[in-house]
């Protein structure tokens, strides 16, 4: 079973529709990240968090730290929004720390 | 944008030759990682290094080596490429949260898209 689980694996809306990613871990972590990858780019930070929620834009990011989940949401979605979004935790175990990935979930907004 | 590059971006190679990709960092963390990009697998960890001359295997460790014998700099080699080795690499890095007023860093660098033929 992986570290960490995404879902769904594959998400197509309208635009303008409020879209919800999910990711839920089964590690102890310090930090936990969501990173976005467009078509044959680089992958760039959106959100990290340790607790509680951030809000950038029309993107909000919430963490349930005892629960081990987090979910990605993007109001009033847009073509551009098109992307590969994926979740990163910071495993912690034994004293050493890792960047561990999910499989990331392939977003396609349509216009 | 963070301080991290990877050289080279791109490169061919034939099958049976040493390759080796460099990731360069001026954020001086702690932690720098090796990963592998591939369709329906995400990205999946090769090596990562938790301080000069100390690193770890990663889950896709075999036919790869790395080396870090300085802060900036952690190196990945195929001793011998493979075809299955053809793939975009992505170096990352990271502190961790317990070392730097508890915020915790990752970046990533632009990747690196290697063909083995």
């Known amino acids: 079973k992986n570290e960490v689980e995404q879902s769904p694996q594959n998400l197509t809306a309208q635009e303008g529709e409020f879209i919800t990613i999910n990711c839920s871990y089964s590690?102890?972590?310090?930090?936990l990240h969501w990173l976005q990858q467009h078509p044959g780019g680089g992958i760039v930070s959106l959100f990290m968090?340790?607790?509680g929620k951030k809000k950038h834009g029309r993107l909000i990011a919430t963490i349930n730290i005892q629960e081990k989940h987090s979910s990605l949401h993007i109001t009033a979605s847009h073509p551009r929004d098109s992307a590969v979004y994926i979740c990163?935790?910071?495993?912690?175990?034994?004293?050493?720390?890792?960047?561990?990935f999910g499989k990331g979930t392939k977003l396609t907004v349509n216009p | 944008d963070a301080g991290i590059t990877q050289s080279p971006r791109h490169k061919v190679t034939e099958t049976g030759t040493p390759v080796t990709l460099r990731c360069h960092q001026t954020?001086?963390?702690?932690?720098m990682y090796w990963y592998r990009q591939d369709p329906g697998h995400g990205l999946r960890l090769i090596h990562y290094?938790?301080?000069?001359?100390?690193?770890d295997k990663g889950e896709v460790s075999d036919g790869y080596s790395v080396s870090r014998s300085k802060t900036e700099d952690f190196l990945l080699t195929l001793e011998s490429a493979t075809s299955s080795q053809t793939s975009v690499y992505f170096c990352?890095?990271?502190?961790?949260?317990?070392?730097?007023?508890?915020?915790?860093?990752?970046?990533f660098g632009q990747g690196t898209r290697l063909t083995v033929v």
């Open positions: 990352a890095i990271s502190e961790s949260s317990r070392s730097r007023d508890s915020n915790t860093e990752a970046f």
């Open positions: 590690v102890g972590i310090s930090a």
């Open positions: 290094s938790y301080g000069v001359k100390d690193t």
């Open positions: 990163a935790v910071h495993s912690v175990k034994g004293g050493s720390e890792k960047l561990v």
């Open positions: 954020e001086n963390h702690r932690y």
């Open positions: 968090l340790s607790s």
